[in-house]
């Protein structure tokens, strides 16, 4: 079991196969040119699924597989099946922009995963455009089906942003909520790669417009997941991920891997440890002894929200998020 030195159980890894990602959105990297890091430069799924055998026999019981947009590398679905077929309990998830899932669901499914979480941060065309820099509604929509269609469970995101999409987060959680899939808003991350001139919605701004069209009691918070719910009167809950609240770290049970083998404690934190040395010449023992002093180091909470706040030098497309 991994514990860090707060006494949280670290049993959560997310993996970024790649910082590729076929969208340029507004909050995330509107201006980094279409170019990749030189495929020499990233560890290989069998390199990846050393580590993952790792993580998994020192307790990780979780593992989301992320990018950039994860489905721009080839043979995800054979990574994946790696794992479900290494410990097939594993809980086995996937961030993507949905944008080439309609073509790769069903492969997704039958090698082993479970779920999905995917961007939907608005039903208008135009204004998917505006935020991804690109037509791109139509596929996402069509994916989105199609998971759900071969039996993925489907968890949605948004962000909402002043003079985006603000009008349409009561859209956006009828959508899901028509569908039965969970939705999220998120709080709009400060970090130094998205657009200079994007104002995010913070929670008390987001309760009051979902206020005008329904009816909902807060239910806190659920286990370690960073997400503060909310249930309506027919049942139906809907989160928000408040990364600046005081309550955000509280039960983080997560580090995040990078594609070139960069182990991550911390969302906003600049600090690594590298791991691909030790697997490239197979040394597992090494491997694990730097995944136990991330742990160790885990810090107690992110830098956001403090005196000196400042907008993250963190990439999140290289973390996916």
Known sequence: MLIDSYDRVVDYLRVSVTERCNFRCQYCMPEKPFSWVPKENLLSFEELFEFMKVA?????????????????????????????????????????????????????????????????????????????????LKNVLEGVEEARKVGLKVKVNMVPMKNMNADEIVDVLEYCKERDMSVRFIEYMENKFAKADISGLKSPELLDILRQKFEFEDEGFDGSSPSHYYRMIDGYRFGIIEPYGDDFCKQCNRIRLTAEGNLIPCLYFDEAMSIAESIKRGDIKGAAAVLKEVVRTKPEKNRWGGEDDEASNRAFYETGG
């Open 56 to 136: 998994i026999d020192e307790g990780v019981k979780k593992i989301r597989i992320t990018g950039g947009e994860p489905l721009l590398r080839e043979d995800l679905d054979k990574f994946i099946k790696m794992i479900y077929d290494y410990e097939p309990s594993i809980d086995l998830a996937m961030t993507t922009n949905a944008f080439l899932l309609k073509g790769t669901a069903q492969r997704l499914k039958n090698a082993g995963l479970k779920r999905i979480n995917v961007s939907i941060d608005t039903l208008k065309p135009e204004v998917a455009q505006a935020i991804a820099g690109k037509d791109v």
